[in-house]
């Protein structure tokens, strides 16, 4: 095997606990050699305070995986590019289309890998999804993700601020999902929810069609309490698809035909590792667009306040 990728991560919140570092843990393609984080450590391992000061005290690292929220990302996704670093950026890999262009330019002249990451995209049952749908008629599908923000985000103020993306943080899975699965599609109209106290949308209810007519919708709703839905439907010539559970299970027709626990991020990490090795980059950004064009198009409702 080749030599182990040395990376160091940075932002080191909820995500980085609860995903990067056990999936790092257990792959023997990475080393992880060093933490930059204002407040977050990683035991075991060189800290630092930002990613500048890692990258001066570090210089023997690969790669850096960015883990902080979109808005903060694009000067450190730089910084690392400019430094030779192949970046891993986390999902949404930035806080708006141009900036991700940008980097994806900048990753080519400097001759590294870029890769934003779309964990939902292995989820266990999705590509057994996509081969279905490929293999018949779509007449309709709806993508209807309805989750607890209080549960899933508490007290995480960046999600409610400008390019946080609010109900769309966890709507933009559902779409990188969508957009890996059915024909390319694209924004009709929308109506988007904002509580007169944030800036970010609380629910939203989008219509989309592809070229050929097919009609998709999508409903986010992040006031959902009890059971909680990730579920895309499509109604085909060879029967009702549902992928539920965020992509880890499939029915046809009622009929379970893929259930699996996830393991997105080793999926994730493996893919980082492939891509490294081959000097490729691997960014895709129509999950991106079409949160952008939600924003340009939607129609905007003021609701209720929100308080965590
Ligand atoms: P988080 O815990 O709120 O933030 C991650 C870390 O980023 C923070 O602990 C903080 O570390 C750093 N950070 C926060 N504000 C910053 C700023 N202004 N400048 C620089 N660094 C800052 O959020 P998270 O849930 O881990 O989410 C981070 C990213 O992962 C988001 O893009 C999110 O969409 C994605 N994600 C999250 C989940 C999830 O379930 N939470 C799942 C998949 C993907 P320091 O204060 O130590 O610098």
Redesign the pocket.
């Known amino acids: 095997m080749s030599q182990p990728i040395k990376i160091g991560i940075v932002?080191?919140?909820?995500?980085?606990r609860?995903?990067h570092l056990p999936a790092l843990a257990k792959d023997q393609d990475y080393r992880l050699t060093a933490a930059a984080?204002?407040?977050?450590k990683v035991d075991g391992i060189a800290n630092f305070p930002t990613i500048e000061a890692m990258l001066d005290a570090v210089p023997e690292l690969d790669a850096v995986s960015l883990?902080?929220?979109?808005?903060?990302?694009y000067d450190?996704a730089r910084t690392a590019l400019e430094a030779k670093k192949h970046v891993f950026l986390?999902?949404?890999p930035g806080a708006t289309v141009s900036e991700v262009e940008d980097l994806k330019a900048l990753a080519t002249r400097q001759g590294v890998t870029l890769f934003a990451s779309w964990?939902s995209r292995y989820a266990p049952a999705v590509e057994e999804a996509r081969s279905f749908l490929a293999s018949t008629r779509i007449r309709s599908a709806a993508i209807v993700w309805k989750e607890d923000v209080r549960r899933?985000?508490p007290n995480?103020d960046?999600?409610w601020q400008p390019g946080g993306f609010g109900v769309f943080?966890p709507g933009i899975?559902a779409l990188s999902i969508a957009t890996h699965i059915l024909p390319a599609m694209f924004i009709t109209s929308a109506v988007l929810d904002f509580p007169e106290n944030r800036a970010a949308p609380v629910a939203a209810q989008v219509a989309f069609r592809t070229s050929n007519g097919l009609p998709v919708t999508m409903d986010l709703d992040w006031l959902q309490t009890g059971p909680q839905s990730w579920d895309i439907l499509a109604d085909t010539d060879a029967g009702k698809m549902v992928l539920s559970g965020g992509g880890s299970k499939l029915a046809i027709d009622g009929k379970v035909v893929h259930e699996e626990p996830e393991a997105e991020y080793p999926m994730l990490y493996k893919r980082f590792a492939e891509i490294v090795r081959a000097g490729a980059s691997d960014v895709d950004l129509a999950p991106l667009q079409h949160v952008a064009d939600a924003f340009m198009l939607g129609k905007r409702n003021v609701v209720e306040a929100f308080f965590d």
């Open positions: 932002g080191v919140g909820k995500i980085v609860d995903q984080s204002r407040h977050g883990c902080m929220p979109p808005q903060f990302r450190a986390e999902k949404p964990h899933w985000h995480q960046w999600i943080d899975n």
